[in-house]
């Protein structure tokens, strides 16, 4: 029997097909993967089964044996034992852990008491079966990214196992997880489909999808495209299923000449960070990386005023700057650029048009003779952002209806066109997709070879490996490792990362 | 904006659907409407031009009020101490001029030096201290209405030089300049915020403060300017509130904060639907006036008014959470 049925499902935006005729089936016991780029499906497919979209047309829709009408109404997909963990997580971080873990689902009739004691008991047994030692009265806001994400995961696992069958769908959880997190996860996947339920993995990291799952289901412009079995699947074969033509996996290559130094962190100290000091080129891209919480997210923040170092220095082309006193405004005038990790929050404004959020740091170019030449920004936004591969390529588009891949491409462009001398990027690749990635790292190689400094910090170990010609490995806050250009592999610097972390 | 809808144009399927000129549009037909309803049930009183000149005229304070309180607002700040400011600065202005003699421009220079204060005030507790605006300025302008009993000993101070009824009263084609200062405010205001670099920057501000302050815009001034705009403004109105009127009450301000914000959210639904802007402002301010003018002609006085901007403040909170909506669900 299958956990999850759904069959020739469509669905068209306006007059572009986002679904045509997609059958999906998971198998009970199964853990299933759903992959294709940005824009290929696969989160319309998921809003409708979460009842968020209307289908205009399907064939057959049933759960764990229960046929059930599609468009869903609001609890049906809970009800008939659909469980979710969106990227967003769903958490509520003012309310302590216990709360948001059993908000809705108090064991207690609507105005009844409820028996905090018990729940207490029951929620402690759940996280600890997930491995998770938080404690319940810490509010979400306290806990690392990490563990919030387990939190919500943990806590959709469990209402799915609470079902006599049903699926548990996964929508990129392990974009903001690093790769102990990412184990812990699996664990926990593996869990409940031993249980007999169906589990949906949805994922750009390819590795992860062929480590994990049973089977892969491949969407293109809407369309499914092949439904594989994973033992026996090559990554290429599946790049080429999602991308429909064979691409080299490789991007921009790196081994410019380097000029001399160009950015120096000297003695940072902060958040996370401890008496840190290192040097990056002209022309050098320098990765930086660690577990999570290991210091090495900190460091573009700290350097360009974005978190209050406490002591230190930063020098970029000879000028010195105080690093407890850099405000952005001032890094941004010395030449700095940072494309921050958190998108719609810390990089672009999602209600706001592309045009607007583009040109905001070059606005002063536009404004002449006393008006602000709005034209004369749409027209060039657009060009900025045609040479980015931005799709579609609309300015006056709300920066937030376009995929995670083209806002960070656009986000780019608009740093990009100040010229910096130091561009600072934090997980860039994060929740975007194959094409976009190579996209991105092309330009940010284009600029170093024209003479800027770049940092990446990231635990995308892949994206490091191809992209850097050099990589500092943190630990508690300071740096252990250097790989050079010629020894870097995404092996090297997981062993790396991980050999470190354990402590002496 | 009309180089935005050309540009799209170009590359898509042109012109703005017939739904979203109903949205920009639609409450300056209803105000035609009712407009026209209270022309026929009441064509002696209402359908005069006497009428449209004293709901044109008086009603200048309340727009001029209301721009001003835009800018915080853009901003993601409240300023609930503008009406209590206003008329704060109305019994300032008449006290030290009409009570004491203090020469006008001086009275007036120092009322308006009281409103910057007043904005620094806030600033400081907001921007600096970090308290929510809601708070701060509730208080504040708790105790800018206190202070304005006591220095007018709790009476309507009527001794307003005359100059400053002529300043505020003159009948220029038979309306008052109260009501040129509002619309010169509000090409002010429009200019600024849809024309220059510093109208994107204020709502960047309000829509992502994160986003601009790594974008390098100076977030903390502009957040401190928004308040100090506002208390100005606000003292401006008083000035001209003690001039429309020829008195000083000190309880006025108690009336105008509801049909200030209620005129500021109203007027956020139409002509750029969506953000605070001048035009839009321009048209809920005489929108709301023309409905409650209609009633009170009607015989409904008194309990009229509140009931009015009350349920229009509600009503156009809640019709612009159904605009945001539609427009991300249609995505």
Same mark, same amino acid.
């Given at each position: 029997?299958?956990?999850?049925?759904?069959?020739?499902?469509?669905?068209?935006?306006?007059?572009?097909?986002?679904?045509?005729?997609?059958?999906?089936?998971?198998?009970?016991?199964?853990?299933?993967?759903?992959?294709?780029?940005?824009?290929?499906?696969?989160?319309?497919?998921?809003?409708?089964?979460?009842?968020?979209?209307?289908?205009?047309?399907?064939?057959?829709?049933?759960?764990?044996?229960?046929?059930?009408?599609?468009?869903?109404?609001?609890?049906?997909? %809970?009800?008939?034992?659909?469980?979710?963990?969106?990227?967003?997580?769903?958490?509520?971080?003012?309310? *302590?852990?216990?709360?948001?873990?059993?908000?809705?689902?108090?064991?207690?009739?609507?105005?009844?008491?409820?028996?905090?004691?018990?729940?207490?008991?029951?929620?402690?047994?759940?996280?600890?079966?997930?491995?998770?030692?938080?404690?319940?009265?810490?509010?979400?806001?306290?806990?690392?990214?990490?563990?919030?994400?387990?939190?919500?995961?943990?806590?959709?696992?469990?209402?799915?196992?609470?079902?006599?069958?049903?699926?548990?769908?996964?929508?990129?959880?392990?974009?903001?997880?690093?790769?102990?997190?990412?184990?812990?996860?699996?664990?926990?996947?593996?869990?409940?489909?031993?249980?007999?339920?169906?589990?949906?993995?949805?994922?750009?990291?390819?590795?992860?999808?062929?480590?994990?799952?049973?089977?892969?289901?491949?969407?293109?412009?809407?369309?499914?495209?092949?439904?594989?079995?994973?033992?026996?699947?090559?990554?290429?074969?599946?790049?080429?299923?999602?991308?429909?033509?064979?691409?080299?996996?490789?991007?921009? *290559?790196?081994?410019?000449?380097?000029?001399?130094?160009?950015?120096?962190?000297?003695?940072?100290?902060?958040?996370?960070?401890?008496?840190?000091?290192?040097?990056?080129?002209?022309?050098?891209?320098?990765?930086?990386?660690?577990?999570?919480?290991?210091?090495?997210?900190?460091?573009?923040?700290?350097?360009?005023?974005?978190?209050?170092?406490?002591?230190?220095?930063?020098?970029? &082309?000879?000028?010195?700057? %105080?690093?407890?006193?850099?405000?952005?405004?001032?890094?941004?005038?010395?030449?700095?650029?940072?494309?921050?990790?958190?998108?719609?929050?810390?990089?672009?404004?999602?209600?706001?048009?592309?045009?607007?959020?583009?040109?905001?740091?070059?606005?002063?170019?536009?404004?002449?003779?006393?008006?602000?030449?709005?034209?004369?920004?749409?027209?060039?936004? &657009?060009?900025?952002?045609?040479?980015?591969?931005?799709?579609?390529?609309?300015?006056?588009?709300?920066?937030?209806?376009?995929?995670?891949?083209?806002?960070?491409?656009?986000?780019?462009?608009?740093?990009?066109?100040?010229?910096?001398?130091?561009?600072?990027?934090? &997980?860039?690749?994060?929740?975007?997709?194959?094409? %976009?990635?190579?996209?991105?790292?092309?330009?940010?190689?284009?600029?170093?070879?024209?003479?800027?400094?770049?940092?990446?910090?990231?635990?995308?170990?892949?994206?490091?490996?191809?992209?850097?010609?050099?990589?500092?490995?943190?630990?508690?806050?300071?740096?252990?490792?250097?790989?050079? *250009?010629?020894?870097?592999?995404?092996?090297?610097?997981?062993?790396?990362?991980?050999?470190? %972390?354990?402590?002496? | 904006?009309?180089?935005?809808?050309?540009?799209?144009?170009?590359?898509?399927?042109?012109?703005?659907?017939?739904?979203?000129?109903?949205?920009?549009?639609?409450?300056?037909?209803?105000?035609?409407?009712?407009?026209?309803?209270?022309?026929?049930?009441?064509?002696?009183?209402?359908?005069?031009?006497?009428?449209?000149?004293?709901?044109?005229?008086?009603?200048?304070?309340?727009?001029?009020?209301?721009?001003?309180?835009?800018?915080?607002?853009?901003?993601?700040?409240?300023?609930?101490? +503008?009406?209590?400011?206003?008329?704060?600065?109305?019994?300032?202005?008449?006290?030290?001029?009409?009570?004491?003699?203090?020469?006008?421009?001086?009275?007036?220079?120092?009322?308006?030096?009281?409103?910057?204060?007043?904005?620094?005030?806030?600033?400081?507790?907001?921007?600096?201290?970090?308290?929510?605006?809601?708070?701060?300025?509730?208080?504040?302008?708790?105790?800018?209405?206190?202070?304005?009993?006591?220095?007018?000993?709790? +009476?309507?101070?009527?001794?307003?030089?005359? +100059?400053?009824?002529?300043?505020?009263?003159?009948?220029?084609?038979?309306?008052?300049?109260?009501?040129?200062?509002? +619309?010169?405010?509000?090409?002010?205001?429009?200019?600024?915020?849809?024309?220059?670099?510093?109208?994107?920057?204020?709502?960047?501000?309000?829509?992502?403060?994160?986003?601009?302050?790594?974008?390098?815009?100076?977030?903390?001034?502009?957040?401190?300017?928004?308040?100090?705009?506002?208390?100005?403004?606000?003292?401006?109105?008083?000035?001209?509130?003690?001039?429309?009127?020829?008195?000083?009450?000190?309880?006025?301000?108690?009336?105008?904060?509801?049909?200030?914000?209620?005129?500021?959210?109203?007027?956020?639904?139409?002509?750029?639907?969506?953000?605070?802007?001048?035009?839009?402002?321009?048209?809920?301010?005489?929108?709301?006036?023309?409905?409650?003018?209609?009633?009170?002609?009607?015989?409904?006085?008194?309990?009229?008014?509140?009931?009015?901007?009350?349920?229009?403040?509600?009503?156009?909170?809640?019709?612009?959470?159904?605009?945001?909506?539609?427009?991300?669900?249609?995505?």
């Amino acid at each position: 029997m299958d956990a999850l049925y759904v069959s020739d499902l469509s669905k068209a935006f306006g007059g572009a097909k986002a679904l045509s005729d997609v059958t999906v089936s998971v198998k009970a016991g199964e853990i299933h993967g759903l992959v294709g780029r940005n824009g290929s499906g696969k989160s319309t497919l998921i809003k409708i089964l979460s009842g968020y979209h209307a289908p205009d047309s399907w064939g057959a829709f049933q759960v764990a044996g229960k046929v059930a009408e599609l468009p869903l109404t609001p609890g049906q997909p %809970a009800s008939l034992g659909l469980s979710f963990v969106h990227q967003d997580l769903g958490l509520l971080s003012t309310l *302590s852990v216990l709360e948001n873990f059993r908000v809705g689902r108090y064991k207690a009739a609507s105005l009844g008491r409820i028996k905090w004691r018990n729940e207490r008991r029951h929620v402690t047994r759940v996280l600890d079966s997930f491995g998770l030692h938080v404690s319940l009265d810490d509010t979400i806001g306290q806990l690392a990214p990490v563990d919030r994400a387990l939190v919500a995961i943990a806590r959709a696992l469990s209402d799915a196992s609470e079902h006599e069958g049903g699926t548990l769908i996964l929508d990129e959880p392990t974009s903001f997880l690093p790769r102990d997190g990412v184990e812990k996860l699996f664990s926990g996947m593996r869990r409940v489909a031993a249980e007999g339920l169906g589990v949906v993995f949805v994922s750009h990291r390819l590795e992860e999808i062929l480590s994990i799952t049973d089977r892969v289901t491949v969407l293109r412009d809407g369309r499914n495209v092949g439904t594989v079995d994973t033992p026996g699947l090559e990554e290429d074969d599946l790049i080429e299923m999602i991308l429909g033509e064979r691409v080299e996996q490789s991007y921009a *290559s790196s081994g410019g000449t380097l000029g001399g130094v160009k950015l120096s962190i000297s003695h940072l100290s902060g958040p996370g960070i401890h008496d840190l000091s290192f040097d990056v080129r002209e022309g050098e891209i320098l990765g930086l990386t660690g577990l999570a919480g290991m210091g090495h997210e900190a460091v573009v923040y700290l350097a360009f005023g974005a978190q209050r170092a406490s002591e230190g220095s930063v020098t970029l &082309e000879g000028r010195e700057m %105080a690093a407890r006193s850099i405000e952005p405004r001032a890094a941004i005038e010395a030449g700095f650029a940072l494309l921050p990790g958190d998108r719609l929050h810390s990089s672009g404004v999602g209600s706001l048009p592309v045009s607007y959020n583009v040109s905001l740091p070059v606005l002063g170019r536009y404004f002449r003779g006393g008006w602000l030449r709005e034209r004369v920004e749409i027209g060039e936004v &657009e060009a900025l952002i045609r040479g980015l591969d931005v799709r579609p390529p609309d300015p006056t588009r709300i920066l937030g209806s376009l995929s995670g891949g083209n806002q960070q491409k656009a986000l780019l462009g608009k740093w990009l066109q100040t010229r910096p001398k130091a561009l600072l990027l934090d &997980e860039p690749s994060q929740g975007v997709d194959v094409a %976009a990635r190579k996209e991105i790292f092309s330009q940010v190689r284009a600029l170093a070879t024209e003479g800027a400094a770049v940092v990446i910090s990231s635990t995308d170990w892949e994206d490091l490996a191809h992209v850097c010609d050099r990589v500092l490995i943190f630990r508690y806050g300071r740096i252990v490792a250097e790989v050079g *250009s010629d020894s870097i592999s995404e092996e090297k610097l997981i062993e790396l990362c991980y050999s470190t %972390a354990t402590r002496e | 904006m009309a180089a935005v809808a050309e540009s799209s144009a170009r590359s898509k399927p042109p012109r703005p659907s017939f739904g979203v000129y109903v949205e920009r549009y639609g409450i300056i037909a209803i105000w035609a409407l009712i407009a026209i309803i209270f022309s026929l049930l009441r064509p002696q009183s209402f359908a005069t031009l006497t009428n449209l000149k004293t709901i044109l005229g008086t009603q200048a304070v309340l727009l001029v009020l209301t721009l001003g309180l835009l800018v915080p607002l853009t901003v993601g700040e409240f300023d609930l101490s +503008v009406a209590s400011m206003m008329s704060f600065a109305a019994i300032v202005v008449a006290e030290l001029s009409g009570v004491h003699h203090l020469n006008l421009i001086l009275s007036i220079l120092v009322t308006l030096a009281i409103g910057v204060g007043v904005g620094l005030l806030n600033a400081f507790v907001v921007v600096r201290l970090g308290v929510s605006s809601f708070i701060t300025t509730l208080g504040v302008g708790t105790l800018l209405g206190g202070l304005s009993y006591g220095i007018s000993g709790s +009476v309507t101070i009527g001794a307003v030089p005359s +100059v400053l009824l002529t300043f505020a009263s003159k009948l220029i084609f038979g309306l008052p300049l109260a009501f040129y200062y509002g +619309v010169l405010l509000c090409f002010a205001v429009w200019y600024v915020f849809q024309h220059t670099p510093l109208g994107r920057h204020l709502v960047f501000v309000g829509e992502g403060r994160e986003i601009a302050q790594l974008s390098g815009l100076p977030v903390r001034r502009i957040r401190t300017g928004s308040l100090i705009v506002s208390a100005l403004v606000a003292s401006f109105a008083g000035l001209l509130q003690a001039g429309v009127v020829g008195a000083a009450d000190p309880g006025a301000g108690t009336s105008f904060l509801l049909p200030a914000f209620a005129a500021a959210f109203l007027g956020a639904t139409a002509i750029r639907p969506g953000r605070f802007n001048a035009w839009g402002t321009f048209v809920a301010v005489y929108f709301l006036v023309t409905g409650i003018t209609g009633l009170e002609l009607l015989g409904y006085t008194g309990w009229v008014q509140d009931v009015f901007y009350g349920g229009a403040l509600v009503i156009a909170v809640a019709l612009g959470r159904v605009v945001a909506n539609s427009r991300v669900k249609s995505r």
